[in-house]
C-alpha cells in the first residue's frame, strides 16, 4: 500500500474507471451528463473501499448512508436515504457505464439533493473529508 492507501493495480483501475467514464461523458447527450455526477461519485465510492452495497429491494427500501447498505428499517440516525431518492440511488449503484444514464428522468433539484446527499456518505466515510468545491462547479456547469 502507498501512503494514500491505494495500491498500485488499485490506482490503475481508478486511473482506468476515471479516464472512461470521462470520455464517455464528452461525448454524450445532455441528460446524460446531467446525471453523471451520480454515477461518478457512487461509484467512485468502490475505490475508497466504501461502496453502498446494492441489496434494496420491496422490504430493504431505507439506505443507511452509515453503514452503505439498504435496510428494512429506518435508522436511528438523521443519515439515511427514503424513498425515490433510495429507489434512484439503487437504479444508479445498478448502472456501469454512462450511456445507461439516459434511462433516468430527474430534474435538477432531484440531482442536486442526491449529490449533497452522496457527499455527506462520502463525509461520514473519509475522515477529515472537509468541504469539496467540485460539486458547486458541477452543478453551475452541467444544471
Known sequence: MNHKGLDKLMVTHLFYFCEDVL???DVSE??????FPLFFTLHL???????IDDNYSDKNTFLDLQEGNFT?????????LEGENAFITSELL????????AQLKINHLKRRELLRRYLEYYALHIQDFGQMKTPAVMQEVLG
Open 23 to 25: 470520455l464517455k461523458l
Open 30 to 35: 445532455p441528460n446524460i451528463a446531467a446525471v
Open 45 to 51: 465510492s468502490h475505490f475508497f473501499g466504501f461502496r
Open 72 to 80: 428494512s428499517a429506518i435508522p436511528v440516525h438523521q443519515n439515511f
Open 94 to 101: 445498478k448502472m456501469r457505464v454512462p450511456d445507461e444514464l
